[in-house]
Each structure stands twice: as structure tokens, then as C-alpha cells.
């Protein structure tokens, strides 16, 4: 099976963004230890700092199912869900063509 790219786009209130960006960065540096995350990137825009696109390869769905059910992962979504219209968040997951 072909490796994923999710591809997760975040942008946020300014008054929040520490706030995230604390969990944010728990749940990155976690998933980019665990053994079907391959890449895990935080881009922040150019011109606007609370906007980011996060970069993820995984080695497949199960390995993207896995990482969604870990607590870091769950305490990151609870506090953008909480935040309500302070974030918006959305991704699109790819899979990886290759000959």
C-alpha cells in the first residue's frame, strides 16, 4: 500500500496562538516518534504567523488511524474543538504515486 500525505491546514486568532501551538508541538514531536510516521512539518505562512500548513507522511491509513487515537493527538484536537471559531482546520490526505 502506498505511503500517505496529510495535509493539514490551521489558521487561528492570535489571542490563542501559544496556547495551540503548546499542544500542537506535543503531538508533533510524539507523532514524529512513532514508527509509521515518516515526516512530520510545521510550516508557518509567510505573511501571516497564525496560519500553518502541517506536512505528515505516514506509511499508510492504519499507521494515520493509529496516530488519531493517541492521547496527544486527542488532547491537540479537544483544545482546537474547544477553541472553537478562534481555528479553523482542515486537511486533505493524499496518497504517494510512485513507479
Known amino acids: 500500500m502506498a505511503n500517505l500525505v496529510n495535509l493539514v491546514h490551521v489558521s487561528c486568532d492570535a489571542s490563542i496562538r501559544e496556547e495551540l ?3 500542537l508541538w506535543v503531538n508533533v514531536l510524539a507523532a514524529r516518534e512513532e514508527e509509521g510516521c515518516y515526516q512530520f512539518e510545521v510550516s508557518v505562512q509567510t505573511d ?3 496560519a500553518f500548513i502541517f506536512y505528515e507522511v505516514y506509511r499508510d491509513e492504519a499507521a494515520l488511524a493509529w496516530h488519531k487515537e493517541q492521547q496527544y493527538f486527542l488532547d491537540y484536537f479537544k483544545i482546537v474543538t474547544d ?7 482542515s486537511f486533505i490526505t493524499y496518497y504517494v504515486e510512485d513507479k
Open 48 to 50: 501571516d504567523p497564525n
Open 83 to 89: 477553541l472553537g471559531d478562534k481555528v479553523n482546520r
Open 21 to 23: 501551538l503548546e499542544k
